[in-house]
């Protein structure tokens, strides 16, 4: 007879008491154990938020379907992949909502103890990309925030724009260089609230808010980088301001180009715009298109 940690035929209560102490007090030889995960131990997991935090990322509908599609089909077997737990449950919450749902009991090996800052490194059924971990980190405007992190590295180290990081590189970038600024926030922020009208005219927020908060690094006054990113999204902006300039050319450049835009002509005109805004010579729309239209007479 094979033995599992957490037995289905047991009560709720002794199946939720077996896995709260291994959850606390993890095997020592740190290999995985075999569990039966009956529907109401899932649900219970997954309702408990002292094991399964809200800031877990989205379910995935279409792997909800095929997982429990699997489960009442008799399909699902045990693969040797597991569910990982830390102080909480790291990966595993498709599984479990399948399991809940089919009414199937899931038999699978289990890790507990993971190192939770390693969590971003785990093989998973469904990759976690930097909007992902950022999400389950808890911070705010995580697909923005991430981008925006990402165009400050890239800035500050001088790497091509096309350089990939991966979602824990820019985890801990934020956590030690961006987290506690509030000049950074401050960017995201105001960058967020001028998506709508921004993106729409060809303006990324994430590309605006690492831009941005770029020129503050290199000692430009705070106050005025955050007047600029918050004028983008303000169509009741000065038509000649560079922020309205700067919309106004994108908009052009993206109808002409049938609404794509490349991120170096974007770039350039947002730094263009901003440092005529920092008090450099003024910008003007018709020279920033000439510019575009024939760079390498510029």
């Known amino acids: 007879m094979i033995h599992m940690a957490i037995d289905p035929v047991t009560s709720h209560r002794v199946q939720l008491e077996a896995l709260k102490k291994l959850i606390n007090n993890p095997p020592a030889n740190e290999c995985p ?58 990966d595993g919450q498709h599984r479990l909502k399948s399991c809940a749902d089919s009414g199937e009991v899931l038999k699978v090996h289990v890790m507990f103890g993971l190192d939770p800052d390693l969590f971003y490194r785990m093989d998973q059924g469904k990759v976690r990309d930097k909007k992902d971990v950022f999400t389950i980190e808890g911070i705010p405007y995580a697909s923005i925030t991430a981008g925006a992190v990402r165009w400050v590295k890239i800035l500050i180290e001088g790497k091509n ?23 950074f926030s401050q960017c995201v922020s105001l960058a967020v609230k001028a998506k709508k009208t921004a993106k729409k005219e060809g303006i990324a927020p994430a590309h605006a808010a690492g831009i941005a908060y770029k020129a503050i690094l290199d000692g430009a006054k705070t106050n005025r980088v955050l007047q600029f990113i918050s004028q983008l999204g303000e169509l009741t902006a000065p038509p000649r301001c560079a922020a309205s300039v700067c919309r106004s050319v994108l908009k052009q450049l993206k109808d002409e180009r049938s609404g794509r835009l490349h991120e170096d002509i974007r770039g350039y005109c947002l730094a263009q715009c901003l440092a005529a805004h920092l008090g450099g010579p003024p910008i003007y729309q018709k020279d920033l298109l000439a510019w575009f239209n024939n760079p390498a007479g510029a």
């Open 33 to 90: 154990v075999l569990c039966g995960i009956t529907p109401g131990l899932a649900r219970a997991i997954l309702d408990d938020k002292t094991i399964t935090p809200d800031r877990q990322r989205k379910i995935s509908t279409a792997k909800h379907k095929q997982y429990t599609s699997d489960m009442v089909e008799k399909r699902w077997s045990l693969l040797g992949d597991c569910l990982k737990f830390s102080h909480k449950l790291e």
């Open 161 to 183: 724009r096309g350089t990939a990081y991966t979602p824990g590189e820019l985890l801990n970038f934020y956590r030690t260089d961006l987290a506690n600024k509030t000049g």
